[in-house]
């Protein structure tokens, strides 16, 4: 079995910066890829950065220049460091992994989300 955990969600202002971590754990033998999403109620789950190891990560437009993915194997972790924050950030952010795990080959998992919120 394995599970996701993400982490670092928050209230923070405008322009302001927040970390999360995406963690994974379990019988887990490598982190193949990992995309975050995020979603506002009513509205469907958007993409919006992707690792899939060294010089592959790309950004949705909206975020390109502000956010930053990056990964910790040692940790078997992905953060998304997020600066310059808007309102239109606010949203709930899951991290979506491919994952090799022992006795199961490759598994595509969602972690539970957590809530990122910019005020004005």
């Known amino acids: 079995q394995v599970r996701l955990v993400e982490s670092g969600g928050g209230l923070v202002h405008t322009g302001g910066s927040l970390t999360l971590s995406c963690t994974a754990s379990?019988?887990?033998?490598?982190?193949?890829?990992v995309d975050w999403y995020r979603q506002v109620p009513g509205k469907q789950r958007d993409w919006v950065a992707s690792?899939?190891?060294?010089?592959?990560?790309t950004y949705a437009g909206s975020v390109q220049g502000r956010f930053t993915i990056s990964r910790d194997n040692a940790q078997n972790t992905v953060f998304l460091q997020m600066s310059a924050l808007k309102p239109e950030d606010t949203a709930v952010y899951y991290c979506?992994?491919?994952?090799?795990?022992?006795?199961?080959?490759?598994?595509?998992?969602w972690g539970q989300g957590t809530q990122v919120t910019v005020s004005t």
């Open positions: 379990g019988r887990l033998l490598t982190i193949e890829a």
């Open positions: 979506y992994a491919q994952l090799n795990v022992a006795g199961v080959g490759t598994s595509h998992i």
């Open positions: 690792t899939g190891g060294p010089g592959s990560n």
